[in-house]
């Protein structure tokens, strides 16, 4: 198991910056190139330097409207091409986040109707299966695909549905456990259930009091963030501690990236944070940096 960080948690900063003060914060492994993406030189330049390797890279799209979907897999070719070429481990995808459901991200778990139709989760199933192929055919790359909040696949119940329609031995999955709480996911409880189908994990943290007065009000998942419901690992009320335990003892060898959306302090001290409270529950990071 080797443990990464994500660009999302520098936001805008130029990826230049960022990969220094992962590499500062202790870590070997980051996701995701922030705005050096397509640049394969400078890229590479960037991540040798700061001793850096790529866990992963992203690519959000539809997925479910034939409208795009030409235009989709196309991008994601030249996406794939562009991660390959910067020896990434692998490619991560999500269905986009939508404006009607980043309003009530969260919200009537278990209870929704606005979801996907039968034709759409069909074609969504199939231009997914058509871009697993194109990476693993063409880049040598292994597609996963993460929860997202605010898109159509969200709850357990669309999880569960994107799984029962994909080919196991060929779409992984790469959950963010922050996000799983916040969708009403026991997140220990999913690992624990589909751990054959995961293949990256992404450890995020967050007040669970703040996210229960957040729902008690119907607030938004913008409101969420705007508000600091996310945390740095270990200060929340996601079980980090189980997780970890539990990848350890069925010896999971992916990567998990330490994630954070929009951290309300220094990104290199949040990483840091994280990263000591990681090597606090007896993960060897220690060993990536020798």
Same mark, same amino acid.
């Given at each position: 198991?080797?443990?990464?960080?994500?660009?999302?948690?520098?936001?805008?900063?130029?990826?230049?910056?960022?990969?220094?003060?992962?590499?500062?914060?202790?870590?070997?492994? $980051?996701?995701?190139?922030?705005?050096?993406?397509?640049?394969?030189?400078?890229?590479?330049?960037?991540?040798?330097?700061? =001793?850096?390797?790529?866990?992963?890279?992203?690519?959000?799209?539809?997925?479910?409207?034939?409208?795009?979907?030409?235009?989709?897999?196309?991008?994601?070719?030249?996406?794939?091409?562009?991660?390959?070429?910067?020896?990434?481990?692998?490619? $991560?995808?999500?269905?986009?986040?939508?404006?009607?459901?980043?309003?009530?991200?969260?919200?009537?778990? =278990?209870?929704?109707?606005?979801?996907?139709?039968?034709?759409?989760?069909?074609?969504?199933?199939?231009?997914?299966?058509?871009?697993?192929?194109?990476?693993?055919?063409?880049?040598?790359?292994?597609?996963?695909?993460?929860?997202?909040?605010?898109?159509?696949?969200?709850?357990?119940?669309?999880?569960?549905?994107?799984?029962?329609?994909?080919?196991?031995?060929?779409?992984?999955?790469?959950?963010?456990?922050?996000?799983?709480?916040?969708?009403?996911?026991?997140?220990?409880?999913?690992?624990?259930?589909?751990?054959?189908?995961?293949?990256?994990?992404?450890?995020?943290?967050?007040?669970?009091?703040?996210?229960?007065?957040?729902?008690?009000?119907?607030?938004?998942?913008?409101?969420?963030?705007?508000?600091?419901?996310?945390?740095?690992?270990?200060?929340?009320?996601?079980?980090?501690?189980? $997780?970890?335990?539990?990848?350890?003892?069925?010896?999971?060898?992916?990567?998990?990236?330490?994630?954070?959306?929009?951290?309300?302090?220094?990104?290199?001290?949040?990483?840091? $944070?994280?990263?000591?409270?990681?090597?606090?529950?007896?993960?060897?990071?220690?060993?990536?940096?020798?």
């Amino acid at each position: 198991m080797r443990v990464a960080v994500t660009t999302t948690m520098w936001g805008d900063t130029p990826f230049l910056e960022a990969a220094d003060e992962a590499r500062e914060a202790g870590y070997a492994g $980051i996701e995701g190139v922030g705005d050096l993406a397509g640049n394969v030189p400078l890229a590479r330049r960037v991540l040798s330097d700061a =001793g850096l390797d790529v866990s992963a890279g992203r690519f959000l799209a539809n997925w479910f409207s034939d409208v795009y979907s030409g235009i989709e897999l196309d991008q994601l070719r030249r996406a794939a091409e562009f991660f390959a070429d910067v020896d990434a481990d692998c490619v $991560i995808t999500s269905s986009r986040p939508v404006p009607e459901r980043m309003m009530t991200a969260g919200h009537g778990v =278990g209870d929704r109707n606005d979801g996907l139709l039968d034709y759409q989760w069909a074609h969504l199933t199939d231009t997914l299966a058509q871009a697993t192929h194109i990476c693993l055919r063409d880049f040598g790359l292994q597609l996963m695909f993460r929860n997202q909040l605010g898109s159509y696949v969200e709850t357990e119940d669309e999880l569960d549905h994107l799984m029962s329609l994909t080919d196991p031995g060929s779409l992984l999955i790469a959950p963010d456990t922050g996000y799983l709480f916040y969708a009403g996911i026991d997140p220990v409880d999913f690992i624990r259930k589909n751990f054959e189908r995961i293949g990256y994990v992404t450890l995020k943290d967050l007040d669970a009091d703040l996210y229960e007065q957040h729902m008690h009000r119907q607030g938004s998942l913008q409101e969420f963030w705007d508000e600091g419901g996310f945390l740095e690992l270990g200060t929340g009320d996601v079980d980090i501690e189980s $997780i970890v335990t539990l990848l350890s003892g069925q010896e999971f060898n992916g990567w998990v990236a330490v994630g954070h959306d929009r951290p309300g302090r220094d990104p290199v001290a949040s990483a840091q $944070i994280a990263r000591e409270y990681l090597v606090g529950l007896g993960l060897e990071l220690e060993s990536e940096l020798a």
